[in-house]
Every structure is written in structure tokens, then in C-alpha cells.
């Protein structure tokens, strides 16, 4: 979805270099925010926020008419700030959920799944010659989804890092599934 709306956005109404100048500038709020929140609210409730706000925002672009263009790209731009902020934070948090001696391995491989995102985004995004809001479509069901997933995973925030896999088999056994964050709780770890 990141690199596939920065790609579709050529494809939208409206002055190409203006949309693709917002659509990137969007992206430093996005860091910005994604940092300062995960420290404070916990890296789950910003992945879940902003993989649900994005695809949210990337459904409703992908129903409108093609006469709503401004709202088309404005939602467009908020499905990059929600994707960009995703991007920014998952890197911390599975560095987070792998133990010592496979945390560089376990980065590794999901970043290199997070790869084969990145080439099929072209081919996804090719798909608005088909079907025009097809690629905003699919990049915001793919989001809304990933958002979904992440109740099933746990919060890392005030977690030690795990150095052992049994150590990372218990980050979040005291978690429920609908524990967001750490901060947002009253207990006391």
C-alpha cells in the first residue's frame, strides 16, 4: 500500500505533480506522529489506528464518483499518512516481538514479505486502467485487514526485550486481545 498509493496517485484528477508533492509530504506528519505516539499510546494501538484509518480512508476514495476528485485525493493522502505511519512503527515493533538470537533474522523476513508488497504495488496499481478505483480498492481491503490481525498479536510497550524464545512466548500472556496499549490500562505490570 505504501509504495502503491504513491504510484496510484499519477492516476487520480487533477495536476499529477501537485498530488504526488502532497501525497510525499504527507509523510513527514506521518513519522513524526507515528514516533511520538508509539512511545506514548504502545506500538499496537498506532499499527491498528493506522492500518484501519488508511484502508478506511482507501475504501471510501475507491466508491465516490471520479466528480468528487478532491475528496478522491484527500482520502488518498490519508490512507499514505495512515500507511506511512504503519511503516514507521513496524519496524520497531517486530524488533520487539523476536528474541535476541533471531531478531535480526525475524526483521529480515518480514521485511523481505513486506518486499513482495512492494512488487506487486505497480502491477495493483496498473489495475486503474481497468477498473479506475480498483487499486484503492484492494490497498485499503489489504490495510483494513492488517489493522484486523494485529488484535490477535500483543502490546510490546513496557515489555523487556525477549532474549530467549521462550521469553518471546510470553510477551502479552497476560494481554487480553483487546488490550491496546499500555498506557491507555489501569494495571500495573
Known amino acids: 500500500m505504501y509504495y502503491g498509493l504513491s504510484m496510484y496517485v499519477g492516476s487520480l484528477s487533477g495536476d499529477l ?30 499499527l491498528i489506528i493506522s492500518f484501519i484509518a488508511g484502508g478506511v480512508a482507501c475504501i471510501t476514495a475507491g466508491f465516490l464518483n471520479e466528480e468528487y476528485h478532491n475528496i478522491i485525493l ?24 523476536f ?8 526483521v529480515g523476513v518480514c521485511s523481505m514479505h513486506g518486499r513482495i508488497g512492494g512488487i506487486l504495488a505497480p502491477f495493483i496499481a496498473n489495475l486503474a486502467q481497468i ?19 494485529l488484535f490477535l498479536l500483543p502490546e510490546t510497550k513496557g515489555e523487556s526485550l525477549p532474549q530467549t524464545i521462550e521469553d518471546s512466548e510470553q510477551i502479552g500472556k497476560n494481554q487480553s486481545l ?10 500495573k505490570r
Not at 77 to 91: H, P, R
Not at 99 to 106: I, L
Open 178 to 187: 483487546w488490550t491496546f496499549c499500555m498506557g491507555c490500562s489501569d494495571r
Open 99 to 106: 528474541p535476541t538470537e533471531y531478531r535480526t533474522t525475524g
Open 17 to 46: 505533480f501537485i498530488n504526488f508533492t502532497l501525497v510525499i509530504l504527507v509523510e513527514i506528519p506521518a513519522y513524526t506522529i507515528s514516533a511520538f505516539a508509539s512511545n506514548k499510546f504502545g506500538r499496537k494501538l498506532i
Open 74 to 97: 484527500t482520502l488518498s493522502i490519508i490512507g499514505k499518512f495512515g500507511i506511512t505511519a504503519s511503516f514507521g512503527a513496524i519496524y520497531v515493533y517486530s524488533g520487539e516481538i
Open 131 to 149: 477498473y479506475k478505483p480498483l487499486p484503492s480498492l484492494i490497498f485499503g481491503v489489504l490495510s483494513f485487514i492488517a489493522g484486523l490481525l
